[in-house]
Nanobody, 125 residues
Framework: QVQLVESGGGSVQAGGSLRLSCAAS????????MGWFRQAPGKEREFVAA????????NYADSVKGRFTISRDNAKNTVYLQMNSLKPEDTAVYYC??????????????????WGQGTQVTVSS
């Protein structure tokens, strides 16, 4: 069983930065791939970023490449999403996901993963 708690969301002006954290409670946390998705009002869920269990492999949506960075600290059972140069279109609820059996990416179904409750990110123009 995995319980995920996101934090770090809030309201910022365009061009600002936020760092999201996802704290996990799980045995053998380091064996889980981790990722971030987001969902804006009236929009489909969108893949944002993912990181492998070792941290050696990362993937990003084209819309956030160069601006967002995903990282993990297995000793703290925590995954981070550093978001820089935020844009109004980044406004969404951001969800953390953990999965031990499937790769996380744009076509990830989410059915085998564990999801956090989400944290709101609002970027004003």
């Amino acid at each position: 069983q995995v319980q995920l708690v996101e934090s770090g969301g809030g309201s910022v002006q365009a061009g600002g930065s936020l760092r999201l954290s996802c704290a996990a409670s799980a045995r053998a946390f380091s064996s889980y791939s981790m990722g971030w998705f987001r969902q804006a009002p009236g929009k489909e869920r969108e893949f944002v970023a993912a990181i492998s269990w070792s941290g050696g492999r990362t993937n990003y949506a084209d819309s956030v490449k160069g601006r967002f960075t995903i990282s993990r600290d297995n000793a703290k059972n925590t995954v981070y999403l550093q978001m820089n140069s935020l844009k109004p279109e980044d406004t969404a609820v951001y969800y953390c996901v953990a999965d031990r059996s499937a790769s996380i990416g744009p076509y990830y179904s989410g059915s085998s993963g564990y999801w956090g409750q989400g944290t709101q990110v609002t970027v004003s123009s």
